[in-house]
């Protein structure tokens, strides 16, 4: 493991690389990375970055946003299978039949969707922001894709506002019923529960806490609570242990993966580094139209 560390250290240098990694990537990937987060973090960290070459470690659609932010650059997505099938659920013909539906219509684009879907938006938002920029937003309709537990979540707070949903889901999140939280309340019953607003929204109200990754790392650092139940993608266990080790974490059920995430791997970031492949590559009509809902959130949740 110490040689893979060595050599990739080695090759960042000769290749004027920087590596960016999601919280649900494998432990050894966020060790190695020169700056860790979620979606909205590494959307930011990107705009700063002074490297030619930026390896994303995380899933396909990551790699398009800093790509986006970032035209002039190499950006290295170690492995182009790795996806988020959230990412893909709301269609170009679905937003144009909205927007004709819908006086005074917002599209807010969750920045888990591609790039081509960003397109044809109005402000993408993260977990962390979504209810800042929703709220701010001067228009009552907001058709917000893909997500649609995040976007019922964020209607809960925003009662003004008519929020029309879109059928699409984390498979991840998603799958987190009640009843599960419920056991694991029951199995658990001094630890807190931090849970993700991507679950369904019947579990969402169960949480002590609900929030973006980001922010589920910020709450259970700061809280005088010694035990939590996690509800997302397992990755995030690892930055909690490392800034509470003398806290207990638990899942809510077993094999809480997003198998996207984990296909970044060391050997897989060598390979990217020595062969500066693969790339990520858009056209730049879609590179001019994503970027400005892009912009439009980096600006809006400032």
Known sequence: ??????????????KDAIILAHYYTEPEVQKIADYVGDSYFLSEKARQVKEKVIVMCGVSFMGESVKLLNKDKIVLL????ADCPMAH???VEKIKEMREKYEDLAVVCYMNSTAELKAHSDVCVTSANALKIAERLPNKNIFFIPDQHLARYIATKLLEKNFIFNEGWCPIHNELTKEELLKAKEKYPNAKVAIHPE??????????YVGSTSGIIKYVTESDAEEFIICTEDGVLYELQEKNPNKKFYLPKEKFQCVGMKKITLNKIINSLETLEPQVHLRDEIITEANKPLENMLEMAK
Do not use: H, Q, R, Y
Request: charge should be negative; glycine fraction near 4%; hydrophobic fraction near 30%.
């Open 1 to 14: 493991m110490e040689n893979k560390f060595e050599k990739i250290k080695k090759l960042k240098e000769e």
């Open 78 to 81: 170690p492995d182009m299978s």
């Open 89 to 91: 659920m709301a269609t």
């Open 199 to 208: 679950c369904p929204i019947e579990t969402v109200e169960l949480g002590d």
